[in-house]
T-cell receptor, first 115, second 115 residues
Framework: GAGVSQSPRYKVAKRGQDVALRCDPI?????LFWYQQALGQGPEFLTY????????KSGLPSDRFFAERPEGSVSTLKIQRTQQEDSAVYLC?????????????FGPGTRLTVL | AQSVTQLDSQVPVFEEAPVELRCNYS??????LFWYVQYPNQGLQLLLK??????LVESINGFEAEFNKSQTSFHLRKPSVHISDTAEYFC?????????????FGKGTLLTVNP
């Protein structure tokens, strides 16, 4: 079966532009996560969905970042008025269960470059 | 708050040599521990995990890691590496209680296996 897919794989934006990053989780997976990975760093947690409910958004760096999962499957991470410090790889992961012991399956990421 | 330290950013080794990738963590509560691997141009994949029970955990491709609570370590080892093991390896931790879905990653160790 298909894994987690993300689109676009690469995105170049001018500073101040809005961007939308899409994640298609594995079918049937209840939990969905977004992470941000800056160059030379490990992934950092952004937000967590359980079905359509956003249960934790403590990692979103500013109110310019917004995530949604309206039907409990596909998710979109939106960044408004992009800044150079937003340049990073954005990773999406999904897991079958609700708890942390359920394995998170990662997508290939979207590399965002803000000029 | 929890944190993960991977002391070595790069580890070059020759094929068939043993390797150890070091990981130390800090946390005030009980933790789950993970190693993820990222092969070139691919997403993160779970390599192995410690949740409870035996402190020595193994993967299907010959890696093992041992949870050492007194030293707060979870080092990854393999007695004989292959060219195909070349990848970036990330150690991660989560709380075993609430918010246990939230992974905190180290910065990663690039393992390069040379012929």
């Amino acid at each position: 079966g298909a894994g987690v897919s993300q689109s676009p794989r690469y995105k170049v934006a001018k500073r101040g532009q809005d961007v939308a990053l899409r994640c298609d989780p594995i079918s049937g997976h209840v939990s969905l996560f977004w992470y941000q990975q800056a160059l030379g760093q490990g992934p950092e947690f952004l937000t967590y969905f359980q079905n359509e409910a956003q249960l934790d958004k403590s990692g979103l760096p500013s109110d310019r970042f917004f995530a949604e999962r309206p039907e409990g499957s596909v998710s979109t991470l939106k960044i408004q008025r992009t800044q150079q410090e937003d340049s990073a790889v954005y990773l999406c992961a999904s897991s079958l269960g609700l708890a942390g012991i359920s394995e998170q399956f990662f997508g290939p990421g979207t590399r965002l470059t803000v000029l | 708050a929890q944190s993960v330290t991977q002391l070595d950013s790069q580890v070059p080794v020759f094929e068939e040599a043993p390797v150890e990738l070091r990981c130390n963590y800090s946390s005030s509560v009980s933790v789950y521990l993970f190693w993820y691997v990222q092969y070139p141009n691919q997403g993160l994949q779970l390599l192995l995990k410690y949740l409870s029970g035996s402190t020595l955990v193994e993967s299907i491709n010959g890696f093992e890691a041992e949870f050492n609570k007194s030293q707060t370590s979870f080092h990854l080892r393999k007695p004989s590496v292959h060219i195909s093991d070349t990848a970036e390896y990330f150690c991660a931790v989560s709380h075993s209680g609430g918010s246990n879905y939230k992974l905190t990653f180290g910065k990663g160790t690039l393992l390069t296996v040379n012929p």
